[in-house]
């Protein structure tokens, strides 16, 4: 058994050759010697110069060999199509036998024709591949990545592993070499949307009429009785020692600052659905290039945060050339789960932003509490407009607001329902994942039912229904 074990290969190590070969051929030299055996006396050298050009080689390995990785296109939009080119160059006389590269592949991303190794601790995906490369000689292989989900992808970072053409000496190099690939969310038009191509923000009001930015300071005048308190210069009220208050820059350019809700349940830290989810953040982008083809200032506030990150999402209203392209940017790295509910922020954002500004809330769903900020911040002034993907359109409640509601983005969406029924709805109930399964994946099923059962869903009572 102890012999057994000593010709077992250690795939662990960097190397398969030991210190066993050298004791082989100074007993075969010694004893070729002795008995001036000729045939032993080569065996020994043989060794020796075979270990020797062996050694060499390997170490001559990663001379002059170089690994790239490539794309096409780094930023595209949803449901595109990118291609990957790897390849690898050999820029000396000796060739490489044989060279297997560990590359890190974005797992979301699957790569047409070939199966990709996912890490479940990391969620991160291997491609291995074999090369051989001849003395200066470039190998190229294409590949066709479909992306078709939302988000910062990450590729790399590489582990190489290459040696001699004897299989004796292995070396392994590992290279921080990482490629982002951007994949916008998808992006609707004024009639996929069903909005009014002329002011689907709402009407701004009378033409040339002015509004105090308080985000820009011009100077100072004598405090009167009718300024708020945050209007006061305590700075220049200390220096002067009386009351001053800020002159604000008066504005008559119309502002759209859109909020973006990231959670589909009402409490949202109970999950969310992934696809419905998806096409909140696709309506907000489709709302920000509108408002940008309409030569308008946007900005973005989202209750989500960047990957890495548990700061909300907040980038003031701007007319830049590239305003449009930073919006879709956070959107495509705005992560899932909400840092806060959206009622709090709205009403946390709302005093800080210019009174001109057109408030627009992009949300999934349109509960009371969130219904209710709307409605404070409609009574004091403020102009809002509300665009929803809930299944009822809550018009009658909210006077003053504009409502834009969409249901038919989310048609093909099967959303859990409660009913209660017993055989009918257990029927209906597993249609109903059946179809979201289908829609969402089986993981995010698993997960809704997860949290399904722990608010109270019951297999008999309480079912999902189609």
């Not at 390997?58 to 990118?82: D, I, K, P």
């Not at 009001?205 to 930015?213: A, F, I, P, R």
């Given at each position: 058994?102890?012999?057994?074990?000593r010709?077992?290969?250690d795939?662990?190590?960097?190397?398969?050759?030991?210190?066993?070969w050298?004791?082989?051929?100074?007993?075969?030299?010694?004893?070729?010697?002795?008995?001036?055996?000729?045939?032993?006396?080569?065996a020994?050298?043989?060794?020796?110069?075979?270990?020797?050009?062996?050694?060499?080689?390997?170490?001559?390995?990663?001379?002059?060999?170089?690994?790239t990785?490539?794309?096409?296109?780094?930023?595209?939009?949803?449901?595109?199509?990118?291609?990957?080119?790897?390849?690898?160059?050999?820029?000396?006389?000796?060739?490489?036998?044989?060279?297997?590269v560990?590359?890190?592949?974005?797992?979301?991303?699957?790569?047409a024709?070939?199966?990709?190794?996912?890490?479940?601790?990391?969620?991160?995906?291997?491609?291995?591949?074999?090369?051989?490369?001849?003395?200066?000689?470039?190998?190229v292989?294409?590949?066709?990545v479909?992306?078709?989900?939302?988000?910062?992808?990450?590729?790399?970072?590489?582990?190489?592993?290459?040696?001699?053409?004897?299989?004796f000496?292995?070396?392994t190099?590992?290279?921080?070499?990482?490629?982002r690939?951007?994949?916008?969310?998808?992006?609707?038009?004024?009639?996929e949307?069903?909005?009014?191509?002329?002011?689907p923000?709402?009407?701004?009001?009378?033409?040339?009429?002015?509004?105090?930015?308080?985000?820009?300071?011009?100077?100072i005048?004598?405090?009167?009785?009718?300024?708020?308190?945050?209007?006061?210069?305590?700075?220049?009220?200390?220096?002067?020692?009386?009351?001053?208050?800020?002159i604000?820059?008066?504005?008559?350019?119309?502002?759209?600052?859109?909020?973006?809700n990231v959670?589909?349940l009402?409490?949202?830290?109970?999950?969310?659905?992934?696809e419905l989810?998806?096409?909140?953040?696709?309506?907000?982008g489709?709302?920000?290039?509108?408002?940008v083809?309409?030569?308008?200032?946007?900005?973005?506030?989202?209750?989500g945060?960047?990957?890495?990150?548990d700061?909300?999402?907040?980038?003031?209203?701007?007319?830049?050339?590239?305003?449009?392209?930073?919006?879709?940017?956070?959107?495509?790295?705005?992560?899932?789960?909400?840092?806060d509910?959206?009622?709090?922020?709205?009403?946390?954002?709302?005093?800080?932003?210019?009174?001109?500004?057109?408030?627009?809330?992009?949300?999934?769903?349109?509960?009371?509490?969130?219904?209710?900020?709307?409605?404070?911040?409609?009574?004091?002034?403020?102009r809002?407009?509300?665009?929803?993907?809930?299944?009822?359109?809550?018009?009658?409640?909210?006077?003053g607001v504009?409502?834009?509601?969409?249901?038919?983005?989310?048609?093909?969406?099967?959303?859990?329902?409660?009913?209660?029924?017993?055989?009918?709805?257990?029927?209906?109930?597993?249609?109903?994942?059946?179809?979201?399964?289908?829609?969402?994946?089986?993981?995010?099923?698993?997960?809704?039912r997860?949290?399904l059962?722990?608010?109270?869903?019951?297999?008999?009572?309480?079912?999902?229904c189609?």
């Amino acid at each position: 058994m102890f012999l057994r074990a000593r010709r077992t290969i250690d795939t662990s190590k960097d190397t398969q050759f030991t210190d066993a070969w050298f004791v082989l051929a100074t007993i075969l030299a010694i004893v070729g010697l002795v008995l001036s055996n000729a045939f032993l006396t080569a065996a020994a050298a043989v060794i020796l110069v075979v270990t020797g050009v062996a050694w060499g080689w390997s170490r001559l390995g990663f001379f002059g060999l170089s690994y790239t990785r490539t794309l096409n296109e780094t930023r595209v939009f949803r449901g595109e199509t990118v291609t990957l080119e790897l390849a690898v160059r050999n820029q000396k006389f000796l060739p490489v036998n044989w060279l297997v590269v560990r590359d890190i592949f974005p797992s979301d991303l699957p790569v047409a024709g070939r199966e990709l190794v996912v890490n479940p601790g990391t969620n991160q995906a291997e491609y291995v591949t074999f090369w051989m490369p001849g003395p200066f000689q470039r190998t190229v292989r294409r590949f066709d990545v479909t992306c078709h989900v939302r988000g910062f992808h990450r590729y790399g970072p590489v582990t190489m592993t290459t040696g001699d053409g004897f299989g004796f000496f292995n070396r392994t190099r590992h290279v921080d070499d990482e490629l982002r690939l951007i994949v916008y969310p998808q992006l609707y038009t004024a009639a996929e949307l069903n909005l009014p191509t002329k002011n689907p923000f709402g009407s701004v009001g009378v033409k040339g009429q002015l509004y105090e930015d308080p985000m820009r300071t011009i100077g100072i005048r004598e405090w009167r009785q009718e300024d708020a308190p945050r209007r006061i210069h305590w700075k220049a009220t200390a220096r002067q020692q009386q009351l001053l208050s800020r002159i604000y820059e008066p504005s008559e350019e119309q502002q759209i600052l859109l909020f973006l809700n990231v959670a589909t349940l009402e409490r949202h830290w109970h999950g969310y659905l992934p696809e419905l989810q998806e096409r909140t953040i696709a309506v907000a982008g489709s709302l920000a290039a509108q408002a940008v083809e309409q030569r308008l200032a946007v900005g973005l506030i989202a209750n989500g945060a960047l990957p890495e990150s548990d700061q909300p999402i907040r980038l003031l209203p701007g007319r830049s050339p590239a305003q449009l392209v930073r919006i879709l940017e956070l959107l495509a790295a705005v992560t899932p789960f909400a840092t806060d509910p959206i009622e709090r922020m709205l009403l946390s954002e709302a005093p800080r932003l210019p009174w001109g500004a057109t408030l627009v809330l992009v949300t999934a769903i349109a509960h009371d509490a969130l219904l209710a900020s709307i409605l404070d911040l409609a009574q004091v002034g403020r102009r809002m407009v509300l665009v929803t993907l809930a299944q009822e359109p809550p018009r009658r409640l909210l006077e003053g607001v504009t409502v834009y509601h969409l249901p038919h983005l989310v048609d093909d969406i099967v959303a859990p329902a409660l009913v209660q029924d017993g055989t009918i709805g257990a029927r209906r109930g597993r249609c109903a994942m059946y179809r979201l399964e289908r829609i969402c994946g089986m993981n995010s099923a698993a997960r809704l039912r997860n949290m399904l059962k722990h608010v109270g869903w019951s297999g008999d009572l309480v079912t999902l229904c189609c």
